[in-house]
């Protein structure tokens, strides 16, 4: 019996938000996919259709799950699941405050913006370095999320 390739239908802006995501050129994604880039972009551009073996190779290379690929539209606030982005802003704030020198964190969310406000009682560029390092890899991280950063300096009363 002869196999049959099936292919499927993906929204190309879909492909192209989640290459954009993960910080990739259509260069290099096409190198790590093993085709040209004209090849590629016929995907982004919805000339191509992949076969499912396609779309795992795709999901393996930008680090998502196959099921992405099946979205409707582009990942925005009226998807992101409220219950991820709360187990995030814990980690966040449980992070920053492992930092020295912190001594308060808070987080305010508003669609899939998390803004962090981070209290230190000293302000010192040690400090803001290791802040700023961290707020970096959590964008790596979470690259759907757009995290805000807010630092506050208190004076301790003595």
């Known amino acids: 019996m002869e196999e049959k390739t099936i292919y499927v239908s993906i929204i190309p802006d879909v492909i192209r938000f989640f290459r954009e995501s993960a910080g990739m050129s259509v260069h290099m994604i096409a190198r790590m996919l093993r085709m040209d880039e004209d090849e590629y972009l016929d995907l982004e551009n919805g000339k191509k259709k992949l076969t499912i073996e396609e779309i795992k190779r795709l999901a393996k290379v930008l680090g998502r799950p196959v099921s992405d690929f099946f979205l409707s539209d ?85």
């Open 74 to 158: 582009i990942p925005g606030e009226e998807s992101y699941d409220p219950l991820a982005v709360t187990l995030i802003m814990n980690e966040v704030c449980d992070r920053f405050m492992e930092i020295k020198g912190v001594i308060g964190v808070w987080s305010n969310l508003r669609g899939r913006k998390i803004k962090i406000g981070v209290v230190v009682s000293v302000d010192d560029e040690r400090l803001r370095e290791e802040i700023a390092r961290l707020k970096e890899e959590f964008d790596r991280r979470y690259p759907d999320v757009i995290f805000e950063l807010v630092l506050v300096k208190i004076n301790k009363d003595k």
